[in-house]
């Protein structure tokens, strides 16, 4: 594998440098403390969790009693134990903790198992649950989200989102391609699973260790569960062992449940599901299905394009309607559509609630047009690349046959910042993509079993939360007598490295090394009201909030600084842990003004404030300004495909992302290659599927029970899975826009790369199939979905999942 970096400007002292993550190193000797390693305080019980067997009934009772006998077990609490509210959505209240009268999948919890041993609940669940229980079925469950919203199942209204009149430019375009796309979801599978622990403190308060990405919507859960007003409720969480997404909203059942019985009992309680119960319980990626019906010239480009989008939202609302609605704003990805008609649906289905997951619908979004205009350059026999160029976005000023400037999105935002053209030119000719498209042609041509598949796909990703108001970030930084400094905001560290880019920012300020700067666990009692570390603005705002309050200081101390040497404050320069003057007749050690400082009572802490500027977003006509830039990348795939079989092998991936002047380009390749590995094995390898309600004894008994529930049975890729040939590069440029330092975030984009080994493999299918073939490959391109595709080109098959 290689890497490479390069920034528009050079690097200062601190920013712009591969700097280490500041816990790598108590990651590789085992000492960086998760929360299950948080010594356990003296009494501290052990929760586990009952859960439905059935996917769709009426819960009629649960046998406390049964349960108490069980060895070890002080308490259950089900729904009428919950002294406030029952219910975690984050959005709509239609979310239970604890089930109550209806049952919505297999896996819902039911009742909340207490005891004195993690064991000894886990055993009463398992071996007295089923008798404890008294369930009755309602029907046969509704499992996937075509069959719900041909139902009319839905757990909100749909989206709609047009410009121009598609269906008029579809009907006067010379081609035409229709189609469908089958989309499968993702499990987050993090690898330190969901967990809570809740201390009860003094004066009927609560101190809950949570892994989670948002916590204070675990605050507000906490005290809407036990009643109390917020100022009660301490949520803390330094570190996560992942999350990419599914501690968004999650966690909140795991921190509601543990502080509940904590609460009640008056000792510390812990919550930690094992692997199965977690898949179990929490949702994941949404599965899309997709309809699409284009108009299109002779050279590919779209002169007419609907979309219709289901979305499987699972049995409650969570997070759907922001996830739909970002899948829809990201259709476009990198291409001008200037007569569009999108529709998106969120199906109520009998599984576990969807969630959050990186990229949050951008992938679902993007993945459908990728999709559409492979299948058009198939059916013109021309290079995919050549059609998707074809369809870029153009530059301000640049118009359409009907004068329409060709950098507006649909929702009505402009591109201002348009790469695309000049950064996939520069990946297409490092990854010699023309002489290797020549040499795979070859190689196929003599190959009958293996095919070869080359792909070159592009990435256009809005960076903001689709709400306004979450934009928003605070940050202390505290200023030690010694010179050392101390930072908290509202971030959470969950391994992706933004505690060192906010170190970093913080030490640049101050012109420290960064080894003087140390940030803190996320505490709701040190920054409050915080935004969820999500939607990749967390070095965004976060370390804008920091570099806010270490300039504050730096102007306080820099007025000290100038007061004894008698110059004028900006005159003051801050570097390498010295203080000098710009005149050089002055330097002191920073710690030494400091203490000058503190002597002077001069305030050596301060807080700091950003919020996103710009952003405006209207819902009910999904039209505004939602993104504060772009994030642009493109990547290069290659694989092998036994036709035979199915199975593929990734032979090479050639990487080029804009991360804008990279802050860390250690951190930003890390995550560069993270997000490709983790999209590639979404698209390729990770299934998931239920139980379906067959009328067989086993379909009727086992109905709605997830079956690819435990690393045994889910399949996510391994460093085996990585391509040989790895190469990984930045692309040289700055945010056009004030963001921190002009970095750009890089946690989500970059996953979109991974579409290319997706449609490579779809590549070398085509090319077993000969001239004009467009593969019905459906996603992920499990062996299955391989096999499925050949044979239905080679035998004629009705095309469920492409052209028809």
């Given at each position: 594998?290689?890497?490479?970096?390069?920034?528009?400007?050079?690097?200062?002292?601190?920013?712009?440098?591969?700097?280490?993550?500041?816990?790598?190193?108590?990651?590789?000797?085992?000492?960086?403390?998760?929360?299950?390693?948080?010594?356990?305080?003296?009494?501290?019980?052990?929760?586990?969790?009952?859960?439905?067997?059935?996917?769709?009934?009426?819960?009629?009772?649960?046998?406390?009693?049964?349960?108490?006998?069980?060895?070890?077990?002080?308490?259950?609490?089900?729904?009428?134990?919950?002294?406030?509210?029952?219910?975690?959505?984050?959005?709509?209240?239609?979310?239970?903790?604890?089930?109550?009268?209806?049952?919505?999948?297999?896996?819902?919890?039911?009742?909340?198992?207490?005891?004195?041993?993690?064991?000894?609940?886990?055993?009463?669940?398992?071996?007295?649950?089923?008798?404890?229980?008294?369930?009755?079925?309602?029907?046969?469950?509704?499992?996937?989200?075509?069959?719900?919203?041909?139902?009319?199942?839905?757990?909100?209204?749909?989206?709609?989102?047009?410009?121009?009149?598609?269906?008029?430019?579809?009907?006067?375009?010379?081609?035409?391609?229709?189609?469908?796309?089958?989309?499968?979801?993702?499990?987050?599978?993090?690898?330190?699973?969901?967990?809570?622990?809740?201390?009860?403190?003094?004066?009927?308060?609560?101190?809950?260790?949570?892994?989670?990405?948002?916590?204070?919507?675990?605050?507000?859960?906490?005290?809407?569960?036990?009643?109390?007003?917020?100022?009660?409720?301490?949520?803390?969480?330094?570190?996560?062992?992942?999350?990419?997404?599914?501690?968004?909203?999650?966690?909140?059942?795991?921190?509601?449940?543990?502080?509940?019985?904590?609460?009640?009992?008056?000792?510390?309680?812990?919550?930690?599901?094992?692997?199965?119960?977690?898949?179990?319980?929490?949702?994941?990626?949404?599965?899309?299905?997709?309809?699409?019906?284009?108009?299109?010239?002779?050279?590919?480009?779209?002169?007419?394009?609907?979309?219709?989008?289901?979305?499987?939202?699972?049995?409650?609302?969570?997070?759907?309607?922001?996830?739909?609605?970002?899948?829809?704003?990201?259709?476009?990805?990198?291409?001008?559509?200037?007569?569009?008609?999108?529709?998106?649906?969120?199906?109520?289905?009998?599984?576990?609630?969807?969630?959050?997951?990186?990229?949050?619908?951008?992938?679902?979004?993007?993945?459908?047009?990728?999709?559409?205009?492979?299948?058009?350059?198939?059916?013109?026999?021309?290079?995919?690349?050549?059609?998707?160029?074809?369809?870029?976005?153009?530059?301000?000023?640049?118009?359409?046959?009907?004068g329409r400037e060709r950098c507006v999105t649909p929702y009505g935002q402009r591109v201002e910042d348009n790469i695309i053209d000049a950064l996939v030119s520069d990946l297409e000719a490092r990854s010699a993509y023309r002489a290797r498209r020549a040499e795979i042609d070859a190689f196929n041509a003599g190959s009958p079993v293996l095919k070869r598949g080359l792909a070159l796909t592009p990435v256009k990703f809005g960076i903001s939360f689709n709400v306004a108001h979450l934009n928003q970030a605070g940050a202390?930084?505290?200023?030690?007598?010694?010179?050392?400094?101390?930072?908290?905001?509202?971030?959470?560290?969950?391994?992706?490295?933004?505690?060192?880019?906010?170190?970093?920012?913080?030490?640049?300020?101050?012109?420290?090394?960064?080894?003087?700067?140390?940030?803190?666990?996320?505490?709701?009692?040190?920054?409050?009201?915080?935004?969820?570390?999500?939607?990749?603005?967390?070095?965004?705002?976060?370390?804008?909030?920091?570099?806010?309050?270490?300039?504050?200081?730096?102007?306080?101390?820099?007025?000290?600084?100038?007061?004894?040497?008698?110059?004028?404050?900006?005159?003051?320069?801050?570097?390498?842990?010295?203080?000098?003057?710009?005149?050089?007749?002055?330097?002191?050690?920073?710690?030494?003004?400091?203490?000058?400082?503190?002597?002077?009572?001069?305030?050596?802490?301060?807080?700091?404030?950003?919020?996103?500027?710009?952003?405006?977003?209207?819902?009910?006509?999904?039209?505004?300004?939602?993104?504060?830039?772009?994030?642009?990348?493109?990547?290069?795939?290659?694989?092998?495909?036994?036709?035979?079989?199915?199975?593929?092998?990734?032979?090479?991936?050639?990487?080029?992302?804009?991360?804008?002047?990279?802050?860390?380009?250690?951190?930003?390749?890390?995550?560069?290659?993270?997000?490709?590995?983790?999209?590639?094995?979404?698209?390729?390898?990770?299934?998931?599927?239920?139980?379906?309600?067959?009328?067989?004894?086993?379909?009727?008994?086992?109905?709605?029970?997830?079956?690819?529930?435990?690393?045994?049975?889910?399949?996510?890729?391994?460093?085996?899975?990585?391509?040989?040939?790895?190469?990984?590069?930045?692309?040289?440029?700055?945010?056009?826009?004030?963001?921190?330092?002009?970095?750009?975030?890089?946690?989500?984009?970059?996953?979109?790369?991974?579409?290319?080994?997706?449609?490579?493999?779809?590549?070398?299918?085509?090319?077993?199939?000969?001239?004009?073939?467009?593969?019905?490959?459906?996603?992920?391109?499990?062996?299955?979905?391989?096999?499925?595709?050949?044979?239905?080109?080679?035998?004629?098959?009705?095309?469920?999942?492409?052209?028809?």
């Amino acid at each position: 594998m290689t890497a490479t970096a390069t920034t528009a400007t050079a690097a200062t002292s601190v920013i712009g440098r591969p700097l280490p993550h500041e816990s790598a190193a108590l990651h590789v000797a085992g000492r960086a403390p998760y929360i299950d390693d948080l010594p356990e305080l003296a009494g501290t019980l052990h929760g586990a969790l009952l859960l439905s067997p059935i996917a769709h009934g009426r819960l009629l009772g649960v046998d406390k009693a049964a349960l108490l006998a069980r060895p070890g077990v002080v308490a259950v609490y089900v729904a009428a134990d919950i002294p406030g509210t029952n219910d975690c959505g984050p959005v709509v209240h239609d979310d239970p903790l604890l089930a109550d009268g209806a049952l919505r999948h297999v896996g819902q919890p039911v009742a909340l198992v207490v005891a004195r041993t993690r064991d000894q609940a886990r055993a009463a669940c398992a071996q007295a649950g089923a008798a404890a229980l008294r369930v009755e079925r309602v029907g046969a469950p509704l499992l996937d989200a075509r069959s719900a919203h041909a139902a009319g199942v839905h757990v909100l209204p749909s989206l709609r989102l047009a410009r121009g009149d598609a269906a008029a430019a579809r009907a006067a375009a010379p081609q035409r391609l229709q189609g469908t796309f089958s989309l499968g979801g993702q499990e987050q599978f993090y690898l330190e699973g969901q967990i809570s622990y809740a201390l009860p403190q003094e004066d009927g308060g609560m101190l809950v260790h949570c892994s989670t990405q948002h916590p204070s919507e675990m605050q507000h859960v906490v005290a809407h569960v036990l009643g109390l007003a917020a100022h009660r409720v301490q949520v803390q969480c330094r570190r996560m062992g992942g999350g990419f997404g599914g501690k968004e909203s999650q966690s909140a059942l795991f921190a509601g449940l543990a502080a509940l019985a904590a609460a009640d009992l008056q000792c510390p309680v812990k919550l930690r599901p094992d692997r199965d119960d977690d898949f179990a319980i929490t949702g994941r990626r949404h599965g899309f299905e997709f309809d699409v019906d284009a108009g299109f010239d002779d050279e590919g480009r779209l002169q007419g394009v609907s979309v219709e989008m289901i979305a499987n939202a699972g049995h409650s609302a969570d997070l759907s309607a922001a996830v739909v609605s970002r899948a829809l704003c990201h259709f476009d990805n990198a291409y001008w559509l200037g007569d569009v008609a999108m529709a998106g649906h969120m199906a109520r289905t009998h599984t576990q609630s969807n969630t959050a997951f990186r990229g949050f619908g951008g992938p679902q979004g993007a993945l459908a047009i990728e999709y559409l205009l492979d299948g058009i350059a198939r059916r013109l026999g021309r290079d995919p690349l050549d059609v998707r160029r074809a369809n870029f976005y153009g530059q301000p000023g640049e118009v359409d046959a009907q004068g329409r400037e060709r950098c507006v999105t649909p929702y009505g935002q402009r591109v201002e910042d348009n790469i695309i053209d000049a950064l996939v030119s520069d990946l297409e000719a490092r990854s010699a993509y023309r002489a290797r498209r020549a040499e795979i042609d070859a190689f196929n041509a003599g190959s009958p079993v293996l095919k070869r598949g080359l792909a070159l796909t592009p990435v256009k990703f809005g960076i903001s939360f689709n709400v306004a108001h979450l934009n928003q970030a605070g940050a202390q930084v505290h200023i030690y007598t010694d010179g050392s400094v101390l930072v908290n905001h509202g971030g959470t560290e969950m391994g992706q490295g933004l505690n060192t880019k906010v170190a970093m920012v913080v030490a640049e300020a101050l012109g420290l090394p960064p080894q003087q700067v140390r940030c803190t666990a996320t505490d709701t009692q040190k920054v409050a009201n915080t935004s969820a570390t999500a939607a990749s603005t967390g070095a965004d705002l976060n370390g804008k909030a920091a570099q806010a309050a270490a300039l504050t200081l730096r102007g306080r101390l820099a007025a000290v600084a100038a007061a004894g040497w008698g110059v004028a404050p900006e005159a003051v320069r801050f570097a390498d842990g010295r203080v000098t003057s710009a005149c050089g007749t002055h330097a002191r050690d920073f710690a030494d003004l400091v203490n000058a400082a503190y002597l002077q009572r001069v305030q050596l802490w301060s807080d700091g404030f950003y919020a996103t500027p710009g952003l405006h977003w209207d819902r009910t006509t999904l039209t505004g300004h939602p993104f504060y830039y772009y994030a642009w990348g493109a990547a290069v795939s290659e694989v092998l495909v036994d036709t035979l079989t199915g199975e593929h092998r990734l032979l090479r991936a050639d990487l080029l992302h804009d991360v804008g002047a990279s802050l860390n380009p250690a951190l930003d390749i890390g995550q560069v290659e993270g997000a490709y590995i983790q999209g590639m094995g979404w698209l390729t390898m990770e299934e998931l599927w239920w139980q379906p309600d067959d009328g067989s004894p086993a379909g009727q008994r086992h109905a709605g029970r997830l079956m690819t529930h435990a690393p045994s049975t889910y399949k996510i890729p391994t460093a085996l899975d990585c391509p040989p040939q790895f190469h990984v590069a930045l692309w040289d440029g700055r945010c056009g826009v004030d963001t921190v330092h002009r970095s750009k975030a890089v946690g989500e984009p970059p996953l979109l790369l991974g579409f290319s080994a997706f449609f490579a493999i779809r590549d070398a299918i085509a090319a077993a199939a000969g001239p004009g073939a467009v593969p019905p490959l459906r996603a992920p391109a499990t062996p299955e979905a391989v096999l499925d595709a050949l044979a239905a080109l080679r035998v004629g098959t009705p095309l469920r999942h492409g052209d028809r």
